[in-house]
């Protein structure tokens, strides 16, 4: 039973910074690819960011590009999200996701989410 | 703007058969890149319904199927169920410099 569950979200002024985690369990972390996506109050889904299952690729949204920084600690079956310079259109459900494969396939696994809202 | 185009909203009656499309460009769906489908039911995170344009994860009814032509793709539903009322998102991947993973922008599917 794979598990993702997502912590770190709250409420942080714009400009400011805020790290995302996610712990997953009940499979082999290091076999595959993770995805972030949000999700803002009311709209549909926006990838986000990807990282291949070694972490030798990422790749990211133009809305978030030299901003936001995914990272994996394989050792810890981890998967980070550091957003820094924060704005108010980042405000959304961001949601941890498991690729179904190594690289880039689709997503198999979510975690129910972690809302960040940027508000001063 | 979304990357993969979709209507915004479906209506069926209960039993009645529903198709939702999603239509992209020669860089993502016409450059050969798999189309997959998420369920999002109210309130909760999205679930994979079908992936590599036709395929349906274990416990996905039958009722669900996709299929992919050219720039489009579909998902059809038959014997639509109350519980089918979910929001709908079709996605693939987008060959161009500016893009990797890319979502439609979601279609809202109301039971009668």
């Known amino acids: 039973q794979v598990q993702l569950v997502e912590s770190g979200g709250g409420v942080v002024q714009p400009g400011r910074s805020l790290r995302l985690s996610c712990a997953a369990s009940?499979?082999?972390?290091?076999?595959?690819?993770m995805h972030w996506v949000r999700q803002a109050p009311g709209k549909g889904l926006e990838w986000v960011a990807a990282i291949w299952y070694d972490g030798s690729n990422k790749y990211y949204a133009d809305s978030v590009k030299g901003r936001f920084t995914i990272s994996r600690d394989n050792s810890k079956n981890t998967l980070y999200l550091q957003m820094n310079s924060l704005r108010a259109e980042d405000t959304a459900v961001y949601y941890c996701?498991?690729?179904?494969?190594?690289?880039?396939?689709?997503?198999?696994?979510w975690g129910q989410g972690t809302l960040v809202t940027v508000s001063s | 703007q979304s990357v993969l185009t979709q209507p915004p909203s479906v209506t069926g009656a209960p039993g009645q058969r529903v198709t939702i499309s999603c239509t992209g460009s020669s860089s993502n769906i016409g450059a050969n890149y798999d189309v997959h489908w998420y369920q999002q039911l109210p309130g909760t995170a999205p679930k994979l319904l079908i992936y590599?344009?036709?395929n349906r994860p274990s416990g996905v009814p039958d009722r669900f199927s996709g299929s992919k032509s050219g720039t489009s793709a579909s998902l059809a539903i038959t014997g639509l169920q109350a519980e089918d009322e979910a929001d709908y998102y079709c996605?693939?991947?987008?060959?161009?410099?500016?893009?990797?993973?890319?979502f439609g922008g979601g279609t809202k599917l109301t039971v009668l």
């Open positions: 590599g344009n036709r």
């Open positions: 996701a498991r690729d179904g494969g190594m690289v880039a396939t689709y997503i198999d696994y």
């Open positions: 996605q693939s991947y987008d060959g161009s410099l500016s893009g990797y993973v890319v």
């Open positions: 009940g499979s082999i972390f290091s076999s595959h690819g």
